[in-house]
């Protein structure tokens, strides 16, 4: 995916990306995804996202063809450039205080699953050792950072059960 993207980006412009870069998966059997994106997944499956995420058509294209190559990284992906809030080749998520809590999420889970930044696997067994190596995701997406609440901090919802009746349902077989 070029990186030569404008710095406003507007839901039309990240939703018309989403279909290209679906486009290029299926025709080259192939997506980087980083780390947490995967778990990701796993939380969101059978949830609604917004129109110009591409985290459906991810985990759509990993059921259907369990043999998708998934690269796997820490740091920016594929979902990450169809995301209005990546601009200028970075996350401005949280008035760009997302980024350094998500690398941590990306190193914490290529740990887990004892994989370093930039491996191949297929689909299938790339979700099998999630399974197998990850049972909950609290620890790693709730990231224990405080908002200007004094809540406990997180763009998602690791203590709703989604990731685990995901596990639970082997969505990916």
Excluded at 22 to 33: A, K, Q
Aim: glycine share 8%; hydrophobic share 35%.
């Amino acid at each position: 995916m070029s990186e030569n993207v404008p710095d406003e980006r507007d839901e039309k412009f990240c939703t018309g990306l989403k279909e290209r870069t679906y486009e290029l998966m299926r025709m080259t059997g192939r997506v980087t995804v980083r780390a947490h994106h995967i778990l990701c997944c796993f939380c969101a499956y059978g949830e609604t996202m917004p129109p110009y995420s591409l985290l459906p058509k991810v985990t759509e294209e990993m059921q259907t063809n369990p043999d998708l190559e998934i690269r796997i990284v820490a740091g920016h992906d594929d979902v990450c450039y169809c995301c209005p809030d990546f601009r200028n080749n970075r996350c401005v998520g949280g008035e760009g205080k997302m980024a350094p809590g998500d690398m941590q999420k990306d190193l914490d889970v290529l740990r887990r699953l004892r994989l370093v930044s930039g491996a191949v696997l297929p689909a299938k067994e790339l979700f099998g050792m999630i399974a197998e190596k990850i049972p909950h995701v609290v620890d790693i997406c709730g990231d224990g950072r405080i908002d200007e609440n004094g809540n406990l901090f997180t763009s998602c919802s690791p203590t709703s059960g989604h990731y685990e009746e995901a596990l639970a349902q082997h969505f990916w077989e």
